[in-house]
Each structure stands twice: as C-alpha cells, then as structure tokens.
C-alpha cells in the first residue's frame, strides 16, 4: 500500500493490524497482511475507512473495536489555523541515514510543515533497523509458502510453481526450505523473536509521542525494466516493514518531488490510534 503510493504520489494508509477482515483476501503473509485504501485524497482513505474497518465473526485476526468516524475527523481540521497543536511527532534518525539525501531534504521541509501546523517535533533513536528487513523477509517466506500449498493444482487449475512469476516461486522456494524439519526452531521461530524486540521497541517509542514521521521509501524507484537483484528490491522495503512486523497503523502522504518523481511521508502511531495519522494526513494535505 505505502510504497506504490509514494512512488505514484497518491495516499495510501494500512490501518491498525485486524481493523479490516482479511475475508476474501490471497495472502501473502498471515500475520503481517492487512487490507488497507489507496486514494488520491484524504476524502477518498476516510470513506474507505469508514466503509471496510469493523470486526467480521468470520475472520479471526478481526477486532472488536469502536473505531471513530474518519469523515469527521478529516472533516474537523479544515479552517484551523494550528490543527495539530498538542500533537508530539517524532524523527529517527536511523530513517535519515538509510534514505538518499534528495528525499531526506524534501522529508524536512514536510516535517516542517508539520510543526507549522502546531506539531512538536522531537527526535528519538531506533536501535533494531539493521534486522527489520531479515526479519520480515524470513516470517514472509515461511508464511506465504504454507498460504500457497492449496495452490496444488488439484482441483483445479494448475500447480502455482508451474505459473508464477520469479519473485513469487523465490518466495516459495525460500519458504519451502526454511519450513524443513532440520530448520525447526533456527529461521522462523528466531524471526519471530526479533518481531518481539522490534514491536516493543517501536510501541515504547510512541508511549511518548502521537506520531512517528520520516521517509516511506529510502530512494527514488527503480526504472521501468530495469532489473533488480533481489537484496536490492527488499531495500525498498526497510521503512515500512517496521510497521506491519508491529502491527501498528502506517500510511503515506505525498511530501513533494525529486525530478518529477513523488516522495512520500510515512506517518506511524500506536495501536488503534488511526485517527491520528487521518488528522495529520488532512491537515498537511489542507495546509498545502
């Protein structure tokens, strides 16, 4: 969701990890997928928030929350001179030194619009950066290799092996390697434990701040047919994993340009505080 629409300049936000049922949904991977819009304005993201968030008694990961109307908090910026005041946003630091200079540059000028808006702006530190991406990756395989195994050809159609694409039969490969017995208890389940340190550590960071800001993706992308080698591709990834390993709200906002090429703003918040990321995604879109 975050990365094709910084690259297209357009929102796109994932809500809250079980604010939206999966029902229906081809996964990718069980524990990280969720559901999220994409628009080309923040009329367009709360509509569709408030149509798809809700529990659904048929789908398991779902909660049992009582979610505000987005409409009206986007609604409730418009005129304010300060709409974020009160409002403590965070920077990493370790966000700025994965990412180019010509994106960083345009992440401080939107950073400080923010503050224009009302916003406190404070820095803090991200210790497990270096591990999101292996993390991540790990738990994907794994996971999307068990999703994939009713793709057998069976009943109908044909072995998902015999028709996808590179990327996907990597995916499945890895997964398939890693799920062998020898591996039980070495790959996944050390993932799973590196999940752990990387969700405390973000969910300690925003006990004291609303938001967490800084680039959605570390470079500007790569050129259509250009071939990637896969390490590269994942690198594209480093921003956002971080929030769907915790589980918590993210989304992007267009920041400005590189070369008529989109940037975009990640916003981040705790669990169940959507509502935060839509009032600053409408103010900042508002302001401009």
């Keep these: 969701i975050r990365n094709p629409s910084s690259h297209c300049g357009v929102l796109g936000m994932k809500p809250t990890y079980g604010a939206v049922s999966r029902q229906g949904l081809l996964d990718l991977s069980m524990s990280l997928d969720q559901i999220g819009p994409m628009a080309r304005d923040i009329t367009g993201i709360t509509l569709a928030l408030d149509t798809i ?103 109908y159609g044909s072995r998902i092996e015999e028709v996808c694409g590179a990327e996907v039969l990597r995916r499945i490969q890895m997964g398939s390697y890693i799920s062998q017995k020898e591996f039980s208890g070495k790959y996944y389940q050390k993932a799973l434990q590196a999940r752990s340190l990387i969700r405390n550590e973000i969910n300690k960071m925003l006990e004291g701040v609303d938001l967490i800001v800084g680039p959605t993706v570390p470079k500007l992308p790569h050129k259509l047919g250009e071939e990637l080698e896969p390490m590269e591709m994942y690198a594209y990834d480093v921003l956002t994993v971080i929030a769907n390993l915790a589980g918590i709200p993210a989304a992007s906002v267009k920041a400005g340009e590189v070369d008529g090429i989109p940037v975009g703003l990640q916003l981040q918040a705790k669990p169940q505080d959507d509502a935060k990321i839509v009032k600053a995604m409408a103010a900042f879109e508002y302001a401009k």
Aim: proline share 3%.
């Design 53 to 155: 968030i809700g529990y659904d008694p048929t789908e398991c990961t779902t909660l049992k929350w009582d979610a505000p109307n987005f409409t009206e908090i986007a609604e409730s910026v418009k005129g304010e001179e300060k709409p974020l005041a009160g409002m403590k946003i965070a920077t990493c630091k370790e966000f700025k030194e994965v990412t180019n200079d010509e994106i960083n540059a345009i992440i401080d000028e939107s950073v400080a619009k923010l503050e224009e808006l009302g916003a406190e702006v404070v820095e803090l530190s991200f210790d497990h950066i270096d591990i999101c991406l292996a993390t991540y990756y790990l738990i994907n395989y794994v996971e999307f290799f068990s999703a994939t195994r009713k793709y057998d050809g069976r009943k």
